[in-house]
């Protein structure tokens, strides 16, 4: 038996109410829904979890299970699966399955809205640095039916049927390594990968405007440069104009830095040169370059598409075929849910 069906992963009180209906109920049939309370949410998860139900439920081809498909549309209070059995034959998977759902459906909701908010701009899926590594295959998923298609990581693109392969940029570790020196960091990075596109990454010594001049006019082949700057510095670009700018919008990457970098860049005759920001990027901040017209092309996030801000709920609301519930919640009659 499987850790699953053994109910390794299952709160005590779901396997112990499975096993006294299992002997005092042995012929009762219940159906369990599940649902969510935000509006306008990409639904992502079903699949996995219709997966689960027929490896790890008991007597899994008795089931009857109905459910929406991955990537749809929900609303508040809409059922997006509905498991009919006994419930000794699913009980032990109902907060595996709550699980799953509200992480995925998260992960790509969150995509979704960072890319409404970039004006579907590229986005660069990041959250490989802050969050468990084992997560990434089906977190890649999510994001993918949330809309990303830029992934950083092998394992995020495993699961994705189109031929995706992880792309990146140099990291600052490859930098320190050469003593801070940009341009021979990039020779070596180019040397090693000559077919990959170059992408500077031009924060490391806090002087994006200098080292990325430096860069653009030492490699013709420049892709772009990416702007990484940490919340607690201002570029060297600021020292002595800090009277020129509201004091609290001068840190990191941030609007007025971003416009010299493509002036300059374009004034230099390299207005081909793309420009990727990082570095604490929601699709709250996104919107707000967006909407100042902050010339970005590319924007690279991680930890905010990984906020699990979406929870589901599963309730048993029939019995026997008649409705019966707590009060608060009732059996959701949906025409979307088809059988899996």
Do not use: W
Request: proline fraction near 2%.
């Amino acid at each position: 038996m499987s850790k699953i069906k053994a109910g390794y992963y299952s709160a005590v009180y779901f396997l112990k109410t499975a096993n006294i209906l299992k002997h005092e109920k042995p012929n009762d049939i219940v159906t369990m829904q599940f649902f969510q309370r935000e509006e306008n949410v990409i639904l992502a998860g079903v699949d996995s979890c219709v997966d689960l139900l027929k490896t790890e439920s008991f007597n899994s081809e008795s089931l009857g299970i109905v459910a929406l498909t991955d990537g749809d549309l929900i609303q508040a209070n809409e059922p997006v699966l509905k498991i009919t059995g006994h419930y000794y034959q699913f009980g032990h998977l109902e907060g595996i399955i709550d699980g799953i759902l509200a992480r995925q459906t998260s992960i790509a909701t969150n995509c979704h809205r960072v890319l409404q908010a970039a004006n579907n701009k590229p986005v660069i899926y990041m959250n490989d640095r802050s969050d468990y590594y084992y997560n990434q295959e089906n977190d890649g998923t999510a994001a993918k039916i949330g809309g990303i298609t830029n992934f950083v990581t092998a394992s995020q693109v495993t699961k994705l049927e189109d031929n995706y392969k992880p792309t990146g940029t140099v990291p600052h570790a490859l930098i320190q390594a050469f003593n801070g020196d940009l341009i021979v960091a990039l020779k070596a990075y180019q040397n090693f990968y000559p077919t990959d596109k170059l992408v500077a990454l031009v924060d490391y010594n806090n002087d994006v405007i200098t080292d990325t001049l430096r860069v653009a006019h030492h490699f013709s082949n420049l892709y772009a440069v990416r702007v990484d700057t940490s919340k607690a510095l201002i570029d060297k670009y600021f020292v002595g104009k800090e009277s020129k700018y509201p004091a609290d919008e001068i840190n990191g990457v941030n609007k007025h830095l971003i416009r010299v970098l493509r002036q300059v860049l374009n004034h230099e005759g390299y207005q081909h040169v793309k420009i990727i920001v990082s570095s604490g990027f929601n699709a709250q901040k996104i919107a707000t370059f967006e909407k100042e017209g902050v010339p970005v092309d590319i924007y690279g996030v991680g930890e905010s598409l990984a906020k699990i801000n979406i929870s589901f709920t599963g309730d048993s609301v029939q019995l026997n075929g008649v409705d019966q519930a707590k009060v608060g919640r009732h059996n959701i009659v949906s025409n979307r849910l088809v059988k899996k």
